[in-house]
Nanobody, 124 residues
Framework: QVQLVESGGGLVQTGGSLRLSCAAS????????MAWFRQAPGKERDFVAA????????YYADSAKGRFTISRDNAKNTAYLQMNSPSPGDTAVYYC?????????????????WGQGTQVTVAS
């Protein structure tokens, strides 16, 4: 198993930047695919980005391409989401997720482990 703790959320201005972190503890971090999802009030939990265990492959939701970057540092057991040029539509609770199986999945049901979430609010 792996335990996940997100940090770095907060209030950011439109066009600014913010970096979210996801610290993992437990079994070997590099064996896990890591992903970021987000959920706005009254909406489903949506995929944002994911990265394979070795960090070589990444994939993004269309809404995140060109603005957000997912990365990981396996030596620090931490995954990141760099958010550049956010807009008010990016306001949501952002969740870190992990799974041992790389399905290249964009569905939250395919990830077994979750953090508690961190609120990101983008002011216009």
């Amino acid at each position: 198993q792996v335990q996940l703790v997100e940090s770095g959320g907060g209030l950011v201005q439109t066009g600014g930047s913010l970096r979210l972190s996801c610290a993992a503890s437990g079994q070997t971090f590099s064996r896990y695919v890591m992903a970021w999802f987000r959920q706005a009030p009254g909406k489903e939990r949506d995929f944002v980005a994911a990265i394979t265990g070795n960090g070589i492959s990444t994939y993004y939701a269309d809404s995140a391409k060109g603005r957000f970057t997912i990365s990981r540092d396996n030596a620090k057991n931490t995954a990141y989401l760099q958010m550049n040029s956010p807009s008010p539509g990016d306001t949501a609770v952002y969740y870190c997720a992990a799974d041992r199986t790389d399905r290249r999945s964009r569905h939250y049901r395919d990830y077994a482990y979750w953090g508690q979430g961190t609120q990101v609010t983008v002011a216009s």
